[in-house]
């Protein structure tokens, strides 16, 4: 069993018991396994259409030091989210890691298309999952799934995600908006050639 140290953005200290990894060998009955997390910062972000529940989780000497707070999900909110959390990254850790813009490292749900501003303005590496990957509890809230988020951050168990450029984005919203209009006006065209059929009137036949 190793120790999480968390702090809630009411800053209230509960120390909850938490295993790392299921042990399953049987050396672990007897003589124990020695378990190593992946890294010394671990960030989740759970994210909503009206506010975003994030997790972060510090080294600090033995401990791991875990920090939640909610933003909401406009501009200003999201930016002043990416500063608290690299405040908690360069102020907390012992010892001291220090993270910049381009190295942050995050995993985010990709909940319909609420994780894309967050992404965009972020930047860094993100790790951006299918929600039902994240895992499950019978105990379903939003600082749950944060918390195994950043969990699963600092023990590395997802790949950084490609993230296109501003051109790239908007090139493939053009292309999927030129799909979907030329769907729309096939069904609409073949709507119109049906009700002029029933009064024999046969304009749609050559297309």
């Known amino acids: 069993m190793g120790f999480y140290k968390v702090r809630n953005e009411d ?3 509960i120390e909850t018991k938490h295993k790392e990894k299921d042990i399953t060998t049987e050396d672990a009955e007897d003589k124990g396994v020695v378990i190593q997390i992946a890294k010394d910062v671990g960030v989740g972000i759970d994210c909503h259409s009206k ?15 875990q920090y939640q707070k909610r933003y909401g999900t406009d501009p200003v909110s999201i930016d002043q989210a990416h ?8 102020t ?9 813009n381009d190295s942050l490292s995050y995993t985010i749900e990709s909940t319909s298309t609420y994780h894309l501003p967050i992404v965009q303005r972020w930047g860094g590496l ?15 809230t939003d600082k749950i799934d944060s918390d195994m988020l950043s969990r ?9 995600s490609y993230v296109p450029s501003p051109n790239i984005w908007a090139f493939r919203t053009l292309l999927d908006q030129k799909e979907a209009f ?6 609409h065209s073949n709507r119109i050639n049906s009700i002029l059929l029933k009064f024999g009137i046969t304009l749609g036949r050559n297309g």
């Open 92 to 100: 907390k850790t012992n010892p001291h890691v220090s993270i910049d």
């Open 51 to 65: 506010f975003l529940q994030i997790s972060v989780i510090v080294r600090d000497q033995s401990n791991f030091v």
């Open 152 to 160: 699963q951050n600092i023990n590395g168990l997802w790949k950084h």
């Open 83 to 90: 500063e608290w959390v690299l405040h908690i990254i360069n």
């Open 126 to 140: 993100p790790e951006i999952i299918n929600p039902k990957l994240v895992g499950s509890s019978r105990k379903k």
């Open 182 to 187: 030329s769907k729309s006006a096939t069904k």
């Open 11 to 13: 800053d209230l200290l």
